[in-house]
């Protein structure tokens, strides 16, 4: 009996097209749905207060008018460009931390006991809400904060350091202390599962501990690294609550231009918006994705 | 009338307020009151308006429990264009109208079942203070509190027996300042781009109000003279957003804010000094004992008004409670309340008489308070003395000289207000 019956298989396949249906159902209901609902209503012409069928390209020429002059950047290219730093200034430092403090507990930390203790430790910030762990850097980083208290009492400034808050800093920050979460634990997922003998083996063989850094640990590390960095780089390219409260409301983002659109009821051209907001996470996401290939890692 | 035995303390106010209307609504309510259940109301707004005081003293005075949906400024119009099932009483600002009217989502209300209706200040009804016309730019009150019918989708131009909303509370807004830290005298709108503030001055963001902040402070430098600041050609929005841009650029602002407790913070904290703000944002500012000022300045106030709405599909039970607690509200208790507060009532008799006369001095005619001015909950507001910033009533709402709006270029106007924010 080496090979299955015949019967068996394309019941075996039945059975597994109802084990997925229900997952199936809801990611169809509630992600391609709502999706195709998006991309079908960028296409509608624009009213104030009304939605009507229709199409037309004029919402995505408006979002890319003066596109073409590059000596001055358009708003839409401005703000792309603009959230696209902020995802690639917090995913270098998400993924230097989330490595440094992941590599730590995975190799360092010797007891299973300790390692759980400690990880539990770095979820607490996340017991409580989004918002509230931000608004708590005002009264640290501000004008007349604790920071500024502290350099002017020690007499390293004059004045108070104005970028401290409200800054493009002040946002790197936030997402920083808000996302390395989400980097650490697909890293230190990945790490525990590389075989201590590899190390061992390194280390006999007279690698260097950055050798076995660099030429073990960090490609086979690379699934944890790849799932944290899509994480970090989709929600950052998505955020507009972070840039909103830390930014002081003058620093734009493309999450933040969808929402002014959206409350002002100018739902087709913020479904444009959206659409070309997809588009170019799952370009990133593509590209991510053929440095490693995900489905082989995992 | 079997209410009177259920709630015996609010039965006489209860039935003095039926008798204008009792055939409606005494065959609307009466089955409620002997099946002791009592409508929930729905109250979407923001939630600046939505005190808690205020829904338990209605609910003690006539046991009809008021239900707080809070959102935005914005959302509040989203959610009557897109979901006008999901409240059954809105409480927003005039000019949002010019947005949700043409859906025929608000059924016009019936001031036939108003008692007060024939009281609610000229200010909405004729755009008059004692008698004098105030500023009409943008989008004033008269301009669209009236519809042709109960049921219409356009404004009437003239006085019919149809509101759009019931006007709650109004004001006039100006600059806030943090006296101490400016340590002199400011008089003028274009103070908010001086230089001399760079970086410790903050402005509105919401759009549709921020901007004509911002047409107040154009042309109080003088840059330009706008035909109506509520309702811009294309060319003035952009001007007024290059104005806006330039200032960004060389670093005027601190932040940009959006959310009441945003400015009060901001302010509170010292981060800026001169901005854009609410009166009761003033007011909560100094009730953390912080020196703060709601300058009345030269060039006037850009003034706003929000009123109570009706869904066009409320109906029966819920309509009569909808119905009962606007009658309730401009009944004298809730007006007195918010005139504490720095707002002022849409009927100004019915609040006067639940106001001490000292308050009454000191918040409406602009005389130095008689003894401490106390907030609702209580909180010192104002030593004995002082007199309330603007003066009295008609010394501040007269100094009108635009209100909120929605223009007419009001998606290009979002779209030029973005590149300010992006800029």
Known sequence: MNTPAPSSRPLHAIKAWW????????????????????????????????????FTVQNYATLFEGCSNLADPCLALRTYWSTLQFSLMAWGATLVLGFAIAYFLAFHVRSTAMQTALFVLCTIPFWTSNVIRMISWVPLLGRNGLVNDFLLGIGLVQEPVEWLLFSRFSVVLAFVHLYTMFMLVPIFNSMMRIDRSLLEAADDAGASGWQTLWNVIVPLSRTGILVGSIFVLTIVMGDFVTVGVMGGQQIASVGKMIQVQTSYLQFPLAAA????????VLMIVVALNRLVDLRKEL | MSDTTDHPSAGLKRRSLLTGTAGILASGLAPAVHAQEKPVLRYLGTAVNQDKAIAEKFKADTGITIQYVAVTTDDVTKRAVTAPNSFDLIDTEFFSLKKIVPTGNLKGIDTKRIKNADKITSLFTTGTIAGKAVGDQGTAPKKVIFLEGEKSKVFAKSPTQFMSLIPTVYNADTLGIRPDLIKRPIESWAELLNPEFKGKTAILNIPSIGIMDAAMVVEAKGIHKYADKGNMTKAEI????????????????????????ESVNLMASGEVVIQSMWSPAVTAVRTKGIACNFQPLKEGYRAWAAGFGLPATIAGKKQDAAYEFINWFLDGWAGAYLNRQGYYSA?????????????????????????????????????????????????????IACWNAVMDENEYMVRKWNEFVAA
């Open chain 1, 19 to 54: 084990q997925a249906a229900p997952f199936a159902l809801v990611f169809l209901f509630f992600f391609i749905a709502p999706l195709l609902l998006v991309a079908a209503v960028s296409f509608w012409p624009s009213s104030e207060y009304e939605l009507i069928p229709g």
């Open chain 2, 238 to 261: 952009d001007l007024t957003i290059k104005t806006l841009i330039e200032a960004k650029r060389a670093g005027q602002f601190r932040a940009l804010w959006k959310d009441f407790n």
């Open chain 1, 273 to 280: 918006n959206a659409v070309v907001l997809l588009a170019v």
């Open chain 2, 347 to 399: 009927v100004l008799d019915t609040a006067k008489t639940k106001m001490e006369a000292y308050e009454w001095a000191y918040w409406m005619e602009g005389k130095p308070a008689a003894q401490d001015i106390k907030s609702p909950n209580g909180d010192l507001l104002a030593k004995a003395g002082s007199v309330r910033d603007g003066g009295s009533y008609e010394q501040r709402m007269g100094g």
